[in-house]
């Protein structure tokens, strides 16, 4: 998988891709992250990315023409299956939506900031617009970084040990069930006594009452779906 981000600040993503797991995926040739400064496919002197809004209204808007350049220039080289717009008013990001595109083969993801891109980024360019919350971050590159994180941990060989991924919180829609290791008691407070009996069935059907239960008191919202 090939991922290209588009920012005006590179800088600001350097760290989330150079440490643990997604830094071992990209040394073990499982992915490809590659920085574009959005300032170097501007054509004024100021290396202008935006100018203020038509029509009036506070805040600064960013420019098509940058992003075209980059976004074409990009797409010369070779076919991206996504260019996703990381913004506040995208789809909230949720694990399907990882798994889906850790399928992918390249993608594109460009970094909004101070009001947002020309609406005709939006219609012209861009594939699917994801949110990481429903609150405003001052750009777009910390939820790139999450994004990516969700998407490369998924990718076949990045995690140790392939099933991990799977009893992840999310994947069958549930939370994940509480999770004990040594010492078996500490300060008193002891680790359930069924995870000693080596009984696995038993210890199962316990992971699976204590995810459901878990999941219906924090987000009974899961079940619904
Ligand atoms: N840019 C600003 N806020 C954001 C958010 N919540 N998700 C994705 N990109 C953003």
């Known amino acids: ?42 054509s004024d002197n ?82 699917r617009e994801i949110s990481i919350g429903d609150y405003v971050l001052s750009g777009g590159e910390l939820g790139a970084a999450v994004l990516c994180d969700a998407i490369i941990r998924l990718i076949p060989g990045v995690l140790g040990n392939e099933t991990s991924a799977l009893t992840d919180s999310f994947q069958d829609n549930l939370l994940a069930p509480p999770i004990y290791t040594r010492p078996r008691e500490y300060k008193g407070w002891k680790v359930p006594e069924l995870l000693f009996s080596g009984n696995f069935p038993k210890i199962e059907k316990w992971r699976e009452e204590q995810a459901y239960q878990r999941t219906k008191d924090r987000r009974p919202d899961l079940l619904d779906d």
Request: proline content about 3%; overall charge negative; hydrophobic content about 40%.
């Open 1 to 42: 998988m090939r991922i290209d981000i588009i920012t005006v600040l590179p800088e600001l993503l350097h760290s989330p891709f150079n440490a643990s797991i997604l830094k071992r995926a990209i040394d073990a040739g499982l992915v490809e992250v590659h920085f574009h400064n959005l300032r170097d496919y501007t």
């Open 46 to 127: 100021y290396k202008s990315i935006d100018d203020t809004q038509f029509g009036g209204g506070a805040g600064m808007v960013m420019m098509i023409e940058p992003i075209d350049k980059c976004i074409t220039a990009l797409k010369e080289q070779r076919d991206y299956n996504e260019v996703i717009y990381m913004t506040p008013d995208g789809v909230t990001l949720n694990q399907g939506m990882a798994n889906h595109l850790s399928l992918k083969e390249n993608i594109i993801i460009l970094c909004g900031h101070y009001k947002g891109v020309d609406q005709r980024v939006r219609d012209q360019f861009i594939t």
